[in-house]
């Protein structure tokens, strides 16, 4: 790689929608460096000088309904500006909008987390265009069904159940936003490194061609070397995973894990929590409710015969919510067999934290059976424990994100329902607040827009 130094790339606009690359010595290897990489688009922008911009690279850290809303906003706004990449640590997307499958049969699913979507007069308004394409795309429709027990709404609040289960609303945005998702990809540690040929053999040859364009009047980027810029390598060596070859570097990420877990991050994370001791202790102060969730299977054919979708238990001190998933979804059970969803209190989900699943499954089975005694055996059961369930305390503030690094040259955000409350709109708020704030910080700091500005005006004249 030490012959990258010598790549130049000389830019010349020859009609207002075309390149043309000519005066270098290395112009084929350059080129062949941009193609080989896919970063013709990432280079040049729409295709016009004007709008060449080094696409910045975002990471997403989690699949779930924030990360996938993310990923959505940032690509509708952007578009080709930017470049996304999400990190799931589970085996699917969803996270607490989690869809369950049968064993033998994944059309048969149950949600073991988010159960409806409540949707009040403020939020229809405000967040309309969300709520209508989930609704023009068929992943929410109305709840048509009976809830039990359930308190006094807000006049004209609107409640939803999604057919396909809650995690469609996070594939919906994850598959309108284009990104694809890296799955079983546990982000642990976020290390600011000096960006070189040896963590990323390629794309620093091109940079260096834009190096060569700097403005020494705009605000410089923090730059060790010529041609070196200090990036965020998620995951770095020691982190990764046998078999995995490169680090991976980024312009900014946006961690949406609980706080908790955002907590835990290594590296930058706890050096910017080590300067800033107020935001650590925001951090530390958001609290979540924790409950187990049992799902039930049944043989296709069996009847449960329940006179309601979906029951807020009162008085018992284990079970606080149970719901004919499939009636609830407003699905035929017919050919799939029936199911149920239970939902323990947020008490003993706190008090039996650390217990042993199966033997937690089997009191809250003993529970269920008390409260319906005529509940046949099912085919197959699942548990979940949510140690992060819901937001009860959020951070001071409810900001809708955090900045915890803002460099010139890289960003760490935090998002998430923390930040705002737990529910689909609290997660839309987030994302959009995170979006938002990563574009000003992107406007702010894009040098590159500004070297490339440089570079029409000094090859205006020949186009
Ligand atoms: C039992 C329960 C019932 C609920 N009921 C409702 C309801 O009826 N209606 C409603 O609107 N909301 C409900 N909610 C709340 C709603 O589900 C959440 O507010 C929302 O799903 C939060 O989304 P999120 O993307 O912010 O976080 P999450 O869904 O937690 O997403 C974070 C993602 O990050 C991943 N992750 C974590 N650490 C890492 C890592 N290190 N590297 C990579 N990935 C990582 C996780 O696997 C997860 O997929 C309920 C939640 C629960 C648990």
Redo the contacts with the bound molecule.
Sequence with gaps: MGGAASVVVDLVPIESSDLQISASPNVEEAFSIILRNNLFHRFCGGGKLQSMVMMPKILI?????????CAHILKRDLQHKIELVI????RG??????TSRKSDNSQCSVD???????VTPQYAESHKRYHEELISNGVLVPFEGRIEGSKESEPGTLNFVTPNG?SSI?KHFLQTSGATVDYQ????KLEAANVHESTQPEIPSVKMFLDTLSDDTAVKPATTEKGTRIKIVANPQEERAAGSQHDEVFDAVI????TG?VL??KGLVQEALAKNALMKSHLQSVRY?S?Y?LGLFYKPGTALDLPWCARYVQGDPCIR?ISADVKKRGADAGSLGPSLVV?TSVPFGIQHLEADKDEIQRVIMQHLYQLLPDLPEPAEVKCLR?R????TTPYEGNPGCIFLARLPTYAVVA????FT???????IS?AETTCERLVEYFTETNQLKRECDKLEMEHGAEA
Aim: charged letters at 10%; aromatic letters at 8%.
């Design positions: 850290a989690g699949a779930g309904v924030t990360g996938a809303l990190w799931e640590k589970a997307p969803g996270g607490r909008m989690s073991l987390g988010a159960q409806y979507i409540t809650s996070v990809h546990h982000l642990s961690l949406t894990m609980p877990q835990q991050q409710s409950r969730a919510w939902h949510w992060y369930s819901q937001v998002a998430g329902d923390a409350h737990s529910n689909l709109d609290g997660c987030s």
